[in-house]
């Protein structure tokens, strides 16, 4: 089973399933050259197997010469949701954490070029780092704001999760007219502006506030 830590605590948090958001903040849609007009959120799955848990290095894939960083706040919920509505999405939250959902950007690219799934640009082992999670309900969520990822001390993605375009409740509510979210799932809501590379070598640092926090070292992945 996969799991994650929890902050402050010796238990560890039974994973469910990993689902990610798409454009969800308006100046990362515009720097993709999309239209960073609402319109009904996208959403794709990492395998369990993409967890990265705090002290386990990222390793860069072989198979990708453009791998990008996208920090993100990272959703969990205790309640099976199903065309819920706002309030009961909101009171599913249970905690959070800070993530990066990474990318190989030119297999993406790839990918989209010829209408092809997103796994092997998003999906493969390791690409979502994230955070021990931090127990909470969505109003102590509400007491945190920003988020910022550092690369080799440098800051180069940083944001408020209050600028989503589509806010935590109704963001749940609407994907779960779509799939029914389960306890246990982790939903990954989307980058704000400032996407880049990064290269063996390189030390990731993740923050929500003082409230969530993680380092990642890359490293090389040689080609089998
Ligand atoms: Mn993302």
Not at 10 to 35: K, L, S
Not at 38 to 58: N, Q, V
Not at 185 to 205: C, E, S
Request: aromatic share 8%.
């Amino acid at each position: 089973m996969t799991e994650l830590a929890i902050n402050q605590s010796n238990r560890r948090w039974p994973v469910a399933r990993i689902i990610c958001i798409g454009r969800n903040y308006r100046e990362h849609a515009r720097e993709m050259g999309h239209d960073p007009e609402r319109s009904t959120p996208f959403f794709f799955f990492k395998p369990a197997s993409a967890l990265l848990s705090e002290g386990e290095p990222f390793c860069c894939p072989w198979f990708s010469q453009e791998v990008h960083h996208e920090l993100e706040l990272v959703i969990a919920i205790d309640q099976t949701l199903s065309a819920a509505s706002k309030q009961q999405a909101r009171d599913a939250v249970c905690g959070f954490a800070v993530g990066l959902d990474m990318t190989c950007r030119d297999r993406q690219r790839e990918a989209k070029a010829q209408g092809r799934p997103w796994e092997l640009a998003k999906g493969f082992d390791g690409s979502a780092p994230c955070s021990a999670l931090q127990l909470g309900r969505y109003q102590d969520l509400e007491s945190t704001d920003q988020l910022h990822l550092r690369v080799n001390d440098k800051l180069v993605q940083q944001g408020s999760w209050r600028d989503m375009i589509w806010p935590v409740p109704e963001l749940l509510a609407e994907i779960s007219r779509y799939v029914q979210l389960t306890p246990g799932d982790l939903i990954f809501t989307g980058t704000p502006a400032g996407v880049g590379p990064v290269q063996p070598g390189d030390v990731m640092h993740a923050t929500l506030d003082d409230v969530c926090q993680l380092e990642v070292s890359v490293v090389a992945q040689a080609a089998p």
